[in-house]
């Protein structure tokens, strides 16, 4: 079950509203600099078809998720798992908060990977809806027969 959607311009209002200029790392000073022009919202329309629309609790937004992925990786951290104990976890609460998550509220190591999967799987889901095989040709001992 996917949460309400949340436009780009609300997320930089929420950053701006929830980040105090004290806690920002010198080295990742630029993060959300970069992560303001980045619109990530249209990512919502893709995954439509990879989350259940009646079952489960809210999961994170997908465009949060993905978001979470590209500071990390602006940040130089490539493993997912490193990323949530020491970065999404800190105290300071940075991470989570460029991340558009509430520090208190983060993706556990185990969310990171499955929405991975579920990446991996967008592919398949709209092939299966939308793309047409190829009918085989018949030899014409088939076609005779």
């Known amino acids: 079950m996917l949460p309400n959607i949340r436009s780009h311009k609300e997320y930089i209002d929420f950053v701006k ?3 105090n200029d004290d806690i920002i790392p010198k080295a990742h000073e630029d993060v959300f600099d970069k992560l303001k022009l980045l619109d990530l919202t249209p ?3 893709l995954a439509l078809h990879i989350y259940s629309s009646r079952n489960g609790r ?3 937004a997908p465009e949060d998720m993905m978001r979470t992925y590209i500071a990390m990786a602006l ?9 949530v104990n020491k970065y999404l976890k800190d105290k300071s609460g940075f991470y989570a908060i460029i991340s558009g998550f509430m520090p208190d509220d983060i993706p556990s190591v185990g969310c ?9 799987d967008i592919p398949k889901y709209l092939k299966e809806d939308h793309i047409q095989h ?4 018949l030899t014409k001992t088939q ?3």
């Open 58 to 60: 809210p999961a994170f």
């Open 75 to 83: 940040c130089g951290i490539t493993s997912p798992t490193k990323w």
């Open 112 to 120: 990171m990977y499955e929405f991975t999967n579920r990446l991996l």
């Open 134 to 137: 190829k009918r085989k040709r």
């Open 17 to 19: 509203q929830n980040l």
């Open 43 to 45: 990512i919502r329309l």
């Open 143 to 145: 076609k005779n027969s």
